[in-house]
C-alpha cells in the first residue's frame, strides 16, 4: 500500500504555505508538494521587483512582514515565506511534481491516489494516497503560448531574467504588462538594445504607477524601442518578424521574451473530472468550502477563477485555507 496523507497541499507559494498552516492548526499536518521552489512563482519575478500591494496584505499565518521600505522586494519575500514555512514546521518538498491523482476507493478505502515524480535528480514515481487533494497550483507552469513558428527556440523564454545577462544583446519583448515594462526598463539600464512589441496601442492600465513614467519617457527619448498594434509572426534564431500597420518588419534579435501571459493547469482538472464551465473554464467548487464536484479535491487560489485568473491575489487568496479546513467540507 502506498503511504497515506491526511492532506496534500500542492503549491507551496503563498496561498498553499497558507492552506497548510490553516491544515496544521487544525491539527491536520499536511505534506505540500511543488514542481519548483517554495514561493516558484516569486522566484520567476524580475530580479529585485518590488510588489505593488503593502506587506501587511501579503501576510500569512499571522507573521509580521517587515521589509526595508513601503513595498516589499522580491527578494524580501522569498525570505519571508521560507522563513514562514520554517517557523510553523510545514512538511515541504519542493521539486516534486504532482503527474496526475484519481480516487481509488476499491483499493485505498476511499482515498486519492497522488502520482508524483520529482523534478530534480532522482525522477522515480511515487504514488501518495490522501483524504484530502487541496490545489494550490497557480499558473507560472503554463505560459500563454502565440503559435508562432520558432517559438519553441532556445533563445525564446516566456519567463524574465536577470537584466545583467542582456548587456550587449538586442532584445524583443513582446507583451505590455507590469513583467514586460520592468524587464524592459531592467534591460535598457543594463546595456541592452530593447524593442517592445505589443498588439494593442498602449500599455495594460494594471501597469505600475512608478513604471509607467519612467518606460514611457525612455520611449519618448529614443532609449527603448516599441512597436504598438503590432503581432510576431515568426522568430528565427536572429530576428523576429512582425507584422504592424505598415507590413512585415525584422526586428533583430539575440534573446526574445515573450510575456504574455499564463494559465491555469486545465488538463490537471479534466483528468480529475473537475468540471469546467465552457466559456470561462471556472472549476466547479463550493464558494464556502472550496471543495469540487469532486470529492476532498478542492481549490486554493487563482485556481477558482478559471481564465480569469487577474480576480485572485495573493490579499485575498491567503484565506483560502480557512474555507477549506474550517468550512465543514466532505473529509
Same mark, same amino acid.
Given at each position: 500500500?502506498?503511504?497515506? +496523507?491526511?492532506?496534500?497541499?500542492?503549491?507551496?507559494?503563498?496561498?498553499?504555505?497558507?492552506?497548510?498552516?490553516?491544515?496544521?492548526?487544525?491539527?491536520?499536518?499536511?505534506?505540500?508538494?511543488?514542481?519548483?521552489?517554495?514561493?516558484?512563482?516569486?522566484?520567476?519575478?524580475?530580479?529585485?521587483?518590488?510588489?505593488?500591494?503593502?506587506?501587511?496584505?501579503?501576510?500569512?499565518?499571522? $507573521?509580521?512582514?517587515?521589509?526595508? *521600505?513601503?513595498?516589499?522586494?522580491?527578494?524580501?519575500?522569498?525570505?519571508?515565506? #521560507? *522563513?514562514?514555512?520554517?517557523?510553523?514546521?510545514?512538511?515541504?518538498?519542493?521539486?516534486?511534481?504532482?503527474?496526475?491523482?484519481?480516487?481509488?476507493?476499491?483499493?485505498?478505502?476511499?482515498? @486519492?491516489?497522488?502520482?508524483? +515524480?520529482?523534478?530534480?535528480?532522482?525522477?522515480?514515481? +511515487?504514488? &501518495?494516497?490522501?483524504?484530502?487533494?487541496?490545489?494550490?497550483?497557480?499558473?507560472?507552469?503554463?505560459?500563454?503560448?502565440?503559435?508562432?513558428?520558432?517559438?519553441?527556440?532556445?533563445?525564446?523564454?516566456?519567463?524574465?531574467?536577470?537584466?545583467?545577462?542582456?548587456?550587449?544583446?538586442?532584445?524583443?519583448?513582446?507583451?505590455?504588462?507590469?513583467?514586460?515594462?520592468?524587464?524592459?526598463?531592467?534591460?535598457?539600464?543594463?546595456?541592452?538594445?530593447?524593442?517592445?512589441?505589443?498588439?494593442?496601442?498602449?500599455?495594460?492600465?494594471?501597469?505600475?504607477?512608478?513604471?509607467?513614467?519612467?518606460?514611457?519617457? #525612455?520611449?519618448?527619448?529614443?532609449? @527603448?524601442?516599441?512597436?504598438?498594434?503590432?503581432?510576431?509572426?515568426?522568430?528565427?534564431?536572429?530576428?523576429?518578424?512582425?507584422?504592424?500597420?505598415?507590413? &512585415?518588419?525584422?526586428?533583430?534579435?539575440?534573446?526574445?521574451?515573450?510575456?504574455? *501571459?499564463?494559465?491555469?493547469?486545465?488538463?490537471?482538472?479534466?483528468?480529475?473530472?473537475?468540471?469546467?464551465?465552457?466559456?470561462?473554464?471556472?472549476?466547479? $467548487?463550493?464558494?464556502?468550502?472550496?471543495?469540487?464536484?469532486?470529492?476532498?479535491?478542492?481549490?486554493?487560489?487563482?485556481?477558482?477563477?478559471?481564465?480569469?485568473?487577474?480576480?485572485?491575489?495573493?490579499?485575498? *487568496?491567503?484565506?483560502?485555507?480557512?474555507?477549506?479546513?474550517?468550512?465543514?467540507?466532505?473529509?
Amino acid at each position: 500500500m502506498p503511504p497515506t +496523507e491526511s492532506a496534500l497541499v500542492v503549491g507551496a507559494g503563498p496561498i498553499g504555505l497558507a492552506c497548510a498552516i490553516a491544515a496544521r492548526r487544525r491539527g491536520i499536518d499536511p505534506l505540500v508538494i511543488d514542481a519548483g521552489a517554495i514561493g516558484e512563482s516569486i522566484v520567476r519575478y524580475p530580479v529585485g521587483m518590488v510588489f505593488f500591494t503593502t506587506p501587511d496584505r501579503l501576510e500569512i499565518g499571522g $507573521h509580521p512582514f517587515v521589509c526595508a *521600505g513601503p513595498k516589499a522586494t522580491r527578494e524580501e519575500a522569498l525570505m519571508y515565506y #521560507r *522563513g514562514v514555512a520554517r517557523a510553523e514546521g510545514l512538511r515541504v518538498r519542493p521539486y516534486t511534481r504532482l503527474v496526475r491523482a484519481e480516487r481509488t476507493a476499491e483499493r485505498t478505502g476511499d482515498q @486519492i491516489a497522488c502520482h508524483l +515524480e520529482r523534478t530534480l535528480g532522482d525522477r522515480r514515481p +511515487e504514488t &501518495v494516497t490522501c483524504g484530502r487533494l487541496v490545489l494550490a497550483i497557480g499558473y507560472f507552469e503554463h505560459p500563454t503560448l502565440l503559435g508562432v513558428p520558432g517559438e519553441d527556440l532556445p533563445h525564446v523564454s516566456h519567463y524574465s531574467e536577470e537584466a545583467h545577462r542582456l548587456c550587449g544583446l538586442d532584445v524583443v519583448i513582446v507583451g505590455a504588462k507590469n513583467s514586460a515594462v520592468e524587464l524592459a526598463l531592467n534591460a535598457f539600464r543594463a546595456g541592452a538594445r530593447v524593442t517592445v512589441v505589443h498588439r494593442g496601442p498602449s500599455l495594460k492600465p494594471t501597469v505600475k504607477y512608478w513604471l509607467r513614467p519612467d518606460f514611457e519617457n #525612455r520611449v519618448a527619448a529614443g532609449e @527603448i524601442a516599441i512597436r504598438w498594434n503590432s503581432v510576431v509572426e515568426e522568430i528565427t534564431a536572429g530576428d523576429v518578424a512582425v507584422r504592424g500597420s505598415g507590413g &512585415v518588419e525584422r526586428l533583430p534579435a539575440d534573446r526574445v521574451f515573450l510575456l504574455t *501571459g499564463f494559465r491555469p493547469d486545465f488538463a490537471l482538472l479534466r483528468a480529475l473530472r473537475v468540471t469546467l464551465d465552457p466559456d470561462s473554464q471556472r472549476p466547479a $467548487h463550493d464558494p464556502a468550502t472550496l471543495e469540487t464536484n469532486v470529492p476532498g479535491v478542492y481549490l486554493a487560489g487563482s485556481l477558482t477563477a478559471g481564465r480569469f485568473i487577474s480576480e485572485v491575489f495573493i490579499e485575498n *487568496g491567503r484565506f483560502d485555507g480557512e474555507k477549506i479546513f474550517g468550512g465543514g467540507g466532505s473529509r
